[in-house]
């Protein structure tokens, strides 16, 4: 089987000698170089399919908030192709002579969770090509240019059957069919050759192959402007507006598991208008709910957009919009300041000790001690406010401590304390937030 994608890249592969020189000199003159494998830290990654991968891979680069993208074969049943394997097994598919799942052509995007919507990813998706049609897209038949979502978390299965339910209404009233795409976890990814990363770069008049419906994602948005939240009863300096609906799932679980007792220090208040409060404004289209929007100054900062059931999500995306560079570097990276720098050091006056993000107390006053170590230290925590696990790092085991509402990183725990525990909880004091007691204020 010859696609029109098979036979383009055929063309570029005959290319030889001058022809082939000149054109790699072209690709330098732009800046322009062969894809290296995807080495970047602390994102999260989401692979797509929608039809052939080089028209795919240009139109996911331009989304805002992509940090990086790759090309590559996933959801097969064979743990190792290529390019060739997986057009041959698609022969034999067609052919009656395999009953083997094929993989996909899809894109590989990689994005911080922190400060990237992922619903605006998967919107342009959405929109990109046109998910109804079976095996296939545009003139590039077959399943291996199948429709297809592979998610690498239970967040990201949640904001894509959610996404997928948004879209569905649009195109049914837009005259369209069912969605045909699959919805699974990542399976069996292989990095696809260097030949066929960023191809549309280095060939700007190759075949793209790829075309939407037309459709727009969006939410219904046809609510009484009454119901509009007034802005001037918020808290302007930061507040976080959060969007729901009626027959939402994922906004009740939301609210029973974070809403519900929240003692963080920044406001919120629940709303089902999709519309910014009067005299406000957001940065673009509510895309799901819940979604949660940090607004300062009237203007809308950060959002994030879905709840798959971790509260410890929530709350990484709520430090990083809180929290300074170097608090985030001790909270989500398990940093350390360096002793006798940190914060609450001097500290004797009676009070509590509370995590800067949710805000639930971790520390009493009358739990700490002068360890002489340079950094807070405690013989005992608040009940239930940590959670250990295990660190073998920079070649020593210790035992981490962590905040159990909010998981971010607070230092380590040793067994050379005073009375009655024997413990020696030894805190960044960066990542705590104190509040002294009324008497003691």
Same mark, same amino acid.
């Given at each position: 089987?010859?696609?029109?994608?098979?036979?383009?890249?055929?063309?570029?592969?005959?290319?030889?000698?001058?022809?082939?020189?000149?054109?790699?000199?072209?690709?330098?003159?732009?800046?322009?170089?062969?894809?290296?494998?995807?080495?970047?830290?602390?994102?999260?990654?989401? @692979?797509?399919?929608?039809?052939?991968?080089?028209?795919?891979?240009?139109?996911?680069?331009? %989304?805002?908030?992509?940090?990086?993208?790759?090309?590559?074969?996933?959801?097969?049943?064979?743990?190792?192709?290529?390019?060739?394997? $997986?057009?041959?097994? =698609?022969?034999?598919?067609?052919?009656?002579?395999?009953?083997?799942?094929?993989?996909?052509?899809?894109?590989?995007?990689? @994005? &911080?969770?922190?400060?990237?919507?992922?619903?605006?990813?998967?919107?342009?998706?959405?929109? !990109?090509?046109?998910?109804?049609?079976?095996?296939?897209?545009? /003139?590039?038949? !077959?399943?291996?240019?199948?429709?297809?979502?592979?998610?690498?978390?239970?967040?990201?299965?949640?904001?894509? =059957?959610?996404?997928?339910?948004?879209? *569905?209404?649009?195109?049914?009233?837009?005259?369209? !069919?069912?969605?045909?795409?699959?919805?699974?976890?990542?399976?069996?990814?292989?990095?696809? =050759?260097?030949?066929?990363?960023?191809?549309?770069?280095?060939?700007?008049?190759? @075949?793209?192959?790829?075309?939407?419906?037309?459709?727009?994602?969006?939410? &219904?948005?046809?609510?009484?402007?009454?119901?509009?939240? /007034?802005?001037?009863?918020?808290?302007?300096?930061?507040?976080? $507006?959060?969007?729901?609906?009626?027959?939402?799932?994922?906004?009740?679980?939301?609210?029973?598991? %974070?809403?519900?007792?929240?003692?963080?220090? $920044?406001?919120?208040? *629940?709303?089902?208008?999709?519309?910014?409060?009067?005299?406000?404004?957001?940065?673009?289209?509510?895309?799901?709910?819940?979604?949660?929007?940090?607004?300062?100054?009237?203007?809308?900062?950060?959002?994030?957009?879905?709840?798959?059931?971790?509260?410890?999500?929530?709350?990484?995306?709520?430090?990083?919009?809180?929290?300074?560079?170097?608090?985030?570097?001790?909270?989500?990276?398990?940093?350390?300041?360096?002793?006798?720098?940190?914060?609450?050091?001097?500290?004797?006056?009676?009070?509590?000790?509370?995590?800067?993000?949710?805000?639930?107390?971790?520390?009493?006053?009358?739990?700490?001690?002068?360890?002489?170590?340079?950094?807070?230290?405690?013989?005992?925590?608040?009940?239930?406010?940590?959670?250990?696990?295990?660190?073998?790092?920079?070649?020593?085991?210790?035992?981490?401590?962590?905040?159990?509402?909010? !998981?971010?990183?607070?230092?380590?725990?040793?067994?050379?304390?005073?009375?009655?525990?024997?413990?020696?909880?030894?805190? /960044?004091?960066?990542?705590?937030?104190?509040?002294?007691?009324?008497?003691?204020?």
């Amino acid at each position: 089987m010859h696609t029109e994608k098979t036979i383009a890249l055929l063309l570029a592969v005959l290319l030889t000698g001058a022809a082939a020189l000149l054109g790699w000199r072209a690709l330098q003159a732009r800046g322009l170089s062969e894809a290296k494998p995807v080495t970047t830290k602390q994102l999260d990654d989401l @692979y797509f399919g929608m039809g052939c991968f080089w028209g795919a891979e240009k139109r996911l680069r331009a %989304v805002p908030g992509v940090a990086e993208v790759e090309v590559g074969y996933a959801g097969g049943d064979a743990a190792r192709v290529g390019y060739r394997d $997986v057009l041959h097994e =698609e022969e034999l598919i067609r052919a009656g002579r395999s009953h083997a799942r094929n993989h996909v052509e899809v894109v590989r995007v990689r @994005y &911080d969770a922190n400060r990237t919507e992922p619903m605006g990813i998967l919107a342009a998706f959405w929109e !990109g090509h046109d998910p109804t049609q079976v095996d296939g897209q545009g /003139n590039d038949i !077959g399943s291996n240019y199948r429709s297809a979502i592979y998610y690498t978390t239970p967040e990201q299965k949640v904001l894509a =059957e959610q996404s997928r339910d948004v879209y *569905q209404r649009a195109l049914t009233a837009a005259g369209f !069919g069912r969605i045909t795409t699959e919805i699974l976890p990542l399976r069996n990814y292989n990095r696809a =050759e260097e030949s066929h990363q960023d191809y549309l770069l280095k060939n700007p008049d190759g @075949y793209c192959g790829l075309g939407g419906t037309g459709v727009a994602y969006t939410l &219904d948005a046809a609510v009484p402007e009454a119901v509009r939240l /007034n802005g001037a009863a918020l808290a302007r300096a930061a507040q976080l $507006v959060v969007y729901e609906a009626d027959d939402c799932p994922y906004c009740e679980r939301f609210d029973a598991d %974070v809403l519900r007792d929240w003692k963080a220090a $920044v406001p919120f208040v *629940q709303t089902r208008a999709p519309l910014p409060p009067a005299g406000w404004s957001l940065a673009g289209p509510l895309l799901g709910t819940p979604t949660v929007v940090l607004f300062r100054d009237g203007a809308e900062v950060a959002r994030k957009t879905g709840y798959g059931g971790d509260p410890k999500a929530f709350w990484r995306w709520l430090g990083a919009q809180l929290l300074t560079p170097e608090q985030q570097r001790i909270a989500f990276e398990a940093g350390t300041e360096l002793p006798g720098t940190g914060a609450h050091l001097s500290e004797h006056r009676p009070g509590t000790y509370f995590d800067p993000v949710s805000g639930r107390p971790l520390f009493r006053s009358d739990a700490k001690f002068d360890s002489s170590c340079g950094w807070p230290s405690f013989f005992e925590p608040m009940a239930g406010a940590l959670e250990f696990l295990p660190d073998d790092s920079h070649g020593m085991h210790r035992v981490e401590v962590r905040s159990a509402s909010s !998981g971010i990183h607070l230092g380590h725990v040793f067994d050379d304390g005073p009375p009655p525990t024997g413990k020696r909880y030894c805190i /960044n004091g960066n990542v705590l937030k104190f509040v002294p007691d009324p008497a003691a204020a």
